[in-house]
């Protein structure tokens, strides 16, 4: 059985990231870029089911100019196989982002595709769910459990009420919540090796989408500043306020 | 550009994408496995046994070392080496790193001028972290004057009968082996021999020097041999010609040491900085004080030519052309630096930073180790000289 996993290049979690003057968008010039967080989540889960011997294959998916190479490279370096590029400069909202990998799933024809649920840059939260539809693939968003068996995946997910539990057929598409498991660092020899895995690269015109955005982007702007607090001399003080200024209780 | 420790590094253009790859998972590993026990460590006075064989797994211990014994060689350079040091003295707490890599002095002995056999022996299960190696020079009669130490291997049959003693020595206490100089010959350098000592002969025994200034995370030793016998086959290299292979040893001791040292230099001047804007005084942030502002720029002045001269060297020593003297005067640039830095980062944190649990009080107390440990600053001034010709 054959898992893609799609990885995003994301500036990294612990930067923190500023708006461009001009407000045109997120300035990420000299900042330190890492695999989403979420997606490096998909790639343990894949490369869990490899090691436990319900896998033969993990192949690792990026889409963007060449840089993102890194996080392919980074995901092969813990235990994906094979890499591939979708080499574009566009700026790409998540429903280009989900047209291109499922033309990647056409000609690699997977069992199970594992994304993020969501990348930590733009938050969108839609990648994995318009790739199931626009592939007619059953979904299991926000896993917390992955279990494969009989052609089957088991997912148990983090929904608002609690856990729920569904079947799928495979092939399926999920997307990773943060308690599916907790990715390993990768080895100073599992880098080195990463070096000689194979990696392809593909452009959107090859896989035949048009990439065109049908979105843009009117203006980035840092959230407003939270003005000083006060402190409240008595509680009455601060019933009347909440009841007349917050207007929160009445 | 910014002042906390990763902006505080000058670009180097030796580092390619798969050096930074590296040093984001070691910071993973260090983040996770060390950095949230480091201090507790420190004050228990070890570290847990069980760190080293995590070490081994994600590639910290093998780097450098050939693959047949469990290493990694294959791509890894000078460059690897340096994230190496930077990320393990990012933590703050120096005796970790000095116990955690103390095979880093220990094992290159063996793997260098040692027999096959030996090696075979000694270095996987150095490399897996489930055995432990340390390097014995030091003498509680001098550790400076390496020519003239005093502990005797007489041969006798196929065996050298050990009698002396070696103090200082870091990992010392937990060390199945130990690369130990000793006096083979006559008086002076060409009389030393490099010996490989398994602590578990009869006639060895070992106490703790566990009050120490800092580095209480490392345990400290003093080794006493008293007719030990240990066979002749441990002969590290040449007889008579140890004195060549433990200044070979000193020169990447010395690099790793100097790079370290100015990555420990990097953290007073984060934690300066982050304190300087956080605190007021006199109606403005510390940051506003011109008096304060000069104290940051030359920790980042010095810190800058510190880094601009440990490049200068690795490019050296990748190149093949590594000059002692030159190695010798960047470590005593990197504990003055370093120094320099503790001392006013110090200064910055105020009462602050006296207090037991902070990055730079630590790092205060561990600046002489680096200035004497090593090779004294006296001693490489003198070092560089005689390299350079005077
Ligand atoms: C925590 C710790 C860990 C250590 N770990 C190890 C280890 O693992 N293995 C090991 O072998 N050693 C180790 N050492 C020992 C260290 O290398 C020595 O302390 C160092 O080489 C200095 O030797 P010494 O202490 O005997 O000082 P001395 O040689 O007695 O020197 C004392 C002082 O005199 C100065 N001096 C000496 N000769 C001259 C001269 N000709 N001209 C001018 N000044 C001079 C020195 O610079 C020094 O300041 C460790 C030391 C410490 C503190």
Not at chain 1, 153 to 161: C, H, L, P, Q
Not at chain 2, 241 to 253: A, K, Y
Not at chain 2, 309 to 326: K, L
Request: charged share 25%; hydrophobic share 40%.
């Amino acid at each position: 059985m054959k898992v893609l996993v799609a990885v995003k290049r994301v500036a990294d979690a612990n930067v923190k990231v500023r708006a461009k003057a001009d407000g045109t968008d997120v300035d990420l010039n000299n900042v330190k870029m890492a695999i989403n967080p979420f997606c490096e989540i998909a790639v343990e889960e894949a490369v869990r089911l490899k090691e436990s011997g319900v896998a033969e294959e993990v192949v690792a998916v990026s889409i963007g100019d060449k840089s993102c190479q890194e996080q392919i490279r980074t995901s092969l370096a813990l235990g994906a196989d094979r890499g591939i590029q979708v080499e574009t400069d566009a700026n790409l909202q998540p429903l280009a982002i989900a047209k291109l990998l499922k033309a990647v799933i056409d000609r690699e024809s997977p069992d199970l595709i594992i994304l993020g649920k969501q990348s930590i840059d733009s938050d969108n939260n839609q990648t994995g769910q318009m790739l199931a539809a626009l592939a007619g693939l059953a979904q299991g968003t926000f896993a917390s459990e992955v279990v494969l068996e009989d052609g089957h995946a088991r997912v148990t997910r983090e929904v608002d009420g609690g856990l729920q539990t569904l079947n799928l057929k495979l092939p399926a598409v999920v997307t990773t919540d943060l308690r599916l498991n907790e990715p390993r660092y990768a080895s100073l020899p599992n880098i080195m090796k990463a070096k000689k895995k194979p990696m392809d690269v593909l452009t959107p015109e090859e896989l035949g989408v048009d990439v065109a955005s049908k979105l843009t982007m009117v203006k980035v702007e840092p959230p407003a500043e939270r003005s000083a607090g006060i402190i409240v001399e008595s509680v009455e003080q601060l019933v009347d306020k909440l009841k007349n200024e917050a207007k929160v209780i009445s | 550009m910014a002042l906390d420790f990763d902006s505080a590094r000058l670009p180097n253009p030796n580092l390619t994408s798969d050096h930074e790859a590296w040093r984001t998972q070691l910071r993973r590993f260090v983040d996770a496995e060390i950095v949230p026990f480091a201090e507790e460590w420190d004050e228990a006075g070890h570290i847990p046994i069980e760190l080293w064989p995590k070490a081994a797994d994600v590639g910290l211990l093998g780097m450098g070392y050939p693959e047949e014994y469990g290493g990694i060689m294959d791509g890894i350079d000078s460059w690897h080496s340096w994230i190496v040091n930077e990320e393990l003295a990012r933590v703050g707490v120096g005796g970790v790193a000095a116990s955690l890599m103390v095979h880093g002095i220990g094992l290159p002995p063996v793997i260098n001028w040692g027999t096959e056999q030996m090696k075979a022996e000694v270095a996987p299960p150095v490399l897996a972290g489930i055995r432990h190696i340390a390097l014995g020079i030091t003498e509680p009669g001098g550790g400076s004057d390496v020519a003239q130490l005093q502990t005797i291997a007489l041969r006798d049959g196929d065996e050298y009968v050990v009698n002396g003693s070696k103090t200082f020595i870091t990992g010392g206490m937990r060390a199945n082996w130990v690369s130990t100089a000793v006096r083979t010959g006559g008086p002076g350098a060409g009389g030393v021999s490099m010996l490989l000592i398994p602590t578990h002969l009869d006639g060895f025994s070992r106490t703790q020097l566990d009050r120490k200034q800092g580095w209480w995370a490392s345990d400290t030793a003093t080794l006493y041999f008293d007719n030990v016998r240990v066979p002749a086959a441990n002969l590290i290299g040449v007889e008579n010609r140890g004195f060549n292979v433990i200044m070979t040893n000193f020169n990447s001791e010395r690099m790793g040491m100097a790079s370290a040292m100015e990555a420990l230099g990097r953290v007073c001047l984060e934690e300066a900085v982050v304190w300087a804007r956080d605190r007021n005084t006199f109606g403005k942030r510390l940051a506003d004080h011109q008096v304060i502002r000069h104290k940051i720029a030359q920790m980042k002045q010095r810190l800058n030519a510190t880094q601009a001269y440990i490049r200068a060297c690795y490019e050296a020593v990748e190149a093949g052309t590594a000059n002692p003297g030159d190695i010798a005067l960047l470590k005593v640039q990197a504990s003055e630096t370093m120094e320099f830095c503790a001392r006013e980062a110090m200064q910055v944190l105020g009462g602050m930073g006296y207090m037991r649990g902070n990055r730079v009080e630590r790092i205060y107390r561990e600046v002489r180790v680096n200035a004497i440990g090593g090779g004294s600053e006296e001693i490489m001034r003198d070092l560089a000289t005689r390299q350079y010709g005077l």
